[in-house]
């Protein structure tokens, strides 16, 4: 593929992530994509022969995209790994800015609306969401080392809890069309995580 084509490919995909999360995925036509895109209908089935095809595309682009942008952000060089597991809870609270659409998940909101009309398109934006809440397991898992922690839960149930509130928070924020609700649960979260490793309950529990 020419540096062209892969150029008005990558413009496809981040229009449709754009367009769905602020549409959804039912509501969003080939030509809105293209029009988002500013590229014609033919170089879209140039790239892709469904719309579906471009939501599969799309859900591997929003994982890479997201994938590196947290892998990249600065509170991966803090030594302890609580410290980074809270500095990505804040992070992910920063990042609640601007419409609705901005800061939504494109693999949350989708899966949502498409969990029994498409599965292949439910069952891609599932493994996004789990391929990033596995980057957090290795993090809880050193501090449980670190701060002592034995529980009945494991270190993957509690990486998925974080995306469970967060995604959570993000319909919170829809439904009220007021992201502070979502701040406010992130909030939440922050101190939900402090407690399990830090609260004098944990101290005793480790002693």
Not at 116 to 128: K, N, V
Not at 156 to 176: N, P, R
Not at 181 to 193: E, P, Q, W
Request: net charge neutral; with cysteine; charged share 25%.
């Amino acid at each position: 593929m020419t540096d062209a084509g892969h150029e008005s490919r990558r413009k496809l995909l981040d229009a449709a992530l754009n367009v769905v999360r602020a549409r959804g995925y039912t509501a969003t036509r080939v030509e809105d994509i293209c029009s988002a895109a500013r590229l014609t209908k033919g170089s879209f089935f140039h790239h892709f022969k469904t719309k579906e095809e471009l939501a599969l595309a799309a859900a591997e682009r929003w994982g890479a995209v997201t994938g590196a942008l947290f892998a990249a952000a600065p509170y991966r060089q803090l030594s302890d790994p609580l410290e980074r597991l809270l500095a990505y809870v804040d992070l992910r609270k920063a990042l609640i800015r601007g419409e609705l659409a901005e800061f939504t998940c494109f693999a949350g909101t989708t899966t949502q609306e498409v969990h029994q009309t498409h599965p292949a398109i439910r069952d891609a934006c599932g493994a996004t969401i789990r391929q990033h809440s596995g980057t957090l397991e290795a993090d809880i898992a050193a501090a449980m080392r670190q701060y002592g922690v034995g529980a009945s839960w494991t270190v993957e149930s509690l990486a998925l809890h974080t995306q469970a509130v967060i995604q959570g928070a993000f319909v919170l924020a829809k439904a009220t069309q007021d992201p502070a609700i979502a701040i406010a649960s992130l909030d939440h979260l922050r101190r939900y995580l402090e407690l399990l490793f830090r609260s004098p309950q944990a101290q005793e529990e480790r002693t």
